[in-house]
């Protein structure tokens, strides 16, 4: 997948029989997933246009191009919706896209590494850093809040972390 791209959303499954879908929007505005613009397959394969039709439990309803029937709806249950970053807006400082916080490494205050930002997990309350320990495929859950993560330092693609007391294995 290019650095270009974005995910914006992905596709839950069917809502009713008329090719509706169940659209979760990774976007700040749930809404605002159909203005960016076509909403593309990971793979560049396919396209919609996207048209949300109402609110449904964790998530939106919406039309997509080219999706006529429930079972072709079905069919896209779990596929990643995709748009180009130029289509984003900027953000304010302290404020990261996820896929640009995946992959950076992360160091303790002393300069320590702590390992490397595997993904970013949302559960309600605030963002999570999923982070690779070294050495191994062991993994931490570390809150992505400034207190834990005082500085983000894309140019330098690194993360320096404040991690909680307990949180990481002892060395």
Request: with cysteine; proline share 6%; charged share 25%.
């Amino acid at each position: 997948m290019s650095d270009d791209m974005i995910c914006v959303g992905a596709i839950a499954g069917a809502f009713g029989v008329h090719g509706e879908v169940r659209l979760k929007s990774f976007t700040a505005r749930p809404e605002d997933i159909a203005g960016y613009g076509p909403l593309g397959l990971e793979d560049g394969s396919r396209a919609f246009s996207a048209t949300i039709t109402g609110q449904a439990k964790n998530g939106l309803t919406a039309k997509l191009s080219g999706v006529r029937t429930r079972e072709e709806a079905d069919a896209l249950r779990g596929v990643q919706l995709f748009v180009a970053r130029t289509k984003l807006p900027s953000l304010p400082d302290d404020e990261y896209y996820h896929a640009d916080l995946v992959g950076l490494d992360v160091f303790d205050t002393g300069g320590v590494p702590l390992g490397r930002v595997k993904s970013v997990l949302n559960h309600g309350a605030s963002d999570l850093l999923e982070l690779t320990l070294p050495g191994g495929a062991d993994t931490v859950l570390l809150p992505f809040t400034k207190r834990a993560v005082p500085t983000v330092d894309l140019a330098s693609r690194r993360i320096v972390a404040d991690p909680p007391e307990g949180l990481l294995p002892e060395s």
